[in-house]
């Protein structure tokens, strides 16, 4: 039996996802923590996703920022369950991903493990990404292997579907390697566009998309984009679907009003979602949806409607809390690199072939 902390925060940059799992060799998620993040390392980590003024310095202090949120979370997570350093094997931390261009050869997390490792005591592994890059691969996904470690022992054909900043898919059929991909856009398009119209971070349950009614023609010009036509292995990121990019197709269009784009938007993460899913494995009996994405009511009977012979439902139906699971990814990933175990999967990212994924900063 051993410890693992996994720490996560994904493009929707609401906050640190902190989860404690027990691996032994079955995974348990035993404790939680979570931490907003400040709305001014918002603001820097969302400027740093495009190139700016003094940048690398920039991204240094950002990341030092983050590492001390990240360490002060961990404390307090450890005093809850009356933990010491020494009893975590690792901590599996993701970082915060600015740039991910693996076309052009490189993905870019920042977080710095070294001083995570100064301020908590504990060995970190980070840079996950990083050699399935070097592979040729698309260092992206990463949960599908986790997903199989996780829900693989059902029957019948499955799929898991994380919906944060963007979508993807771990598709597990009994026999079969698992597969996956990036859909598009998750929650950052409709994230963006809510803080731009009222000043909030995201919709909640969609209430404000369900006020709305779909656009066709933004519909059609945003679903024209290349990403949605081309198939996996592909990942994808803020470099493609941003606020600008929802501006350009905007401009070339008669005015919408905002709840009508927000439910455009809303429809787009659906679609893409569901016609990628049945291009890939159309006889899917479960879907299984984990992120932020499972908490929108409007967005999941979205699915449940456009799925009408598959079981939707959230991973709480496994006994798994949707809002945990990537940062229980993390944890497993730490406790994969120190045991040498590859995670990454050929079939999900295009990699030449299996690989450890991770560098490790011991205590």
């Not at 996560?8 to 993040?37: C, F, N, R, V, W």
């Not at 002060?72 to 740039?99: E, F, M, V, W, Y």
């Not at 292995?233 to 269009?253: A, C, D, M």
């Amino acid at each position: 039996m051993a410890l693992y902390i996994g720490v996560m925060s994904g493009t929707s940059l609401d906050g640190l996802d902190i989860a404690l799992i027990e691996q032994s060799p079955a995974i348990k998620l035993m404790a939680t923590h979570y931490i907003p993040m400040p709305d001014t390392l918002r603001t820097e980590l969302l400027a740093l996703c495009a190139s700016g003024a003094d940048e690398i310095a920039r991204s240094a202090i950002a990341q030092q920022n983050w590492v001390k949120l990240a360490a002060q979370g961990i404390h307090a997570l450890l005093d809850q369950q009356n933990l010491k350093p020494q009893d975590i094997r690792a901590i599996g931390s993701h970082g915060q991903t600015i740039r991910h261009e693996p076309a052009r050869g490189f993905t870019v997390q920042i977080g710095n493990p070294a001083l995570l490792t100064e301020l908590t005591g504990i060995t970190v592994v980070s840079d996950f990404r990083s050699r399935d890059v070097a592979a040729g691969g698309q260092g992206a996904p990463l949960v599908p292997a986790f997903h199989e470690a996780l829900f693989g022992e059902h029957s019948g054909n499955r799929a898991v579907l994380n919906v944060g900043g963007f979508s993807n898919l771990s598709l597990i059929e009994t026999g079969k390697p698992v597969a996956g991909f990036d859909c598009g856009p998750g929650n950052v398009l409709l994230d963006a566009w809510i803080h731009q119209q009222r000043g909030e971070h995201f919709d909640r349950d969609g209430q404000w998309a369900a006020s709305g009614k779909v656009e066709p023609a933004l519909l059609n010009a945003l679903l024209s984009d290349p990403f949605f036509v081309t198939t996996g292995p592909k990942s994808t990121g803020r470099e493609v679907f941003n606020l600008e990019w929802l501006h350009q197709h905007l401009g070339r269009l008669p005015t919408f009003e905002p709840q009508d784009v927000q439910a455009t938007l809303l429809e787009l993460t659906a679609l893409t979602i569901i016609e990628s899913l049945q291009a890939a494995q159309p006889q899917t009996e479960t879907l299984l949806v984990c992120g932020g994405g499972a908490r929108n009511t409007t967005l999941m009977n979205r699915l449940a409607a456009l799925l009408p012979s598959t079981q939707v439902s959230s991973t709480a139906t496994y006994g798994v809390d949707p809002d945990w699971v990537e940062a229980m990814a993390f944890a497993w990933l730490a406790h994969c690199c120190l045991e040498g175990i590859a995670a990454n999967r050929p079939s999900v990212t295009g990699a030449r072939g299996l690989r450890v994924l991770g560098a490790i900063y011991p205590t």
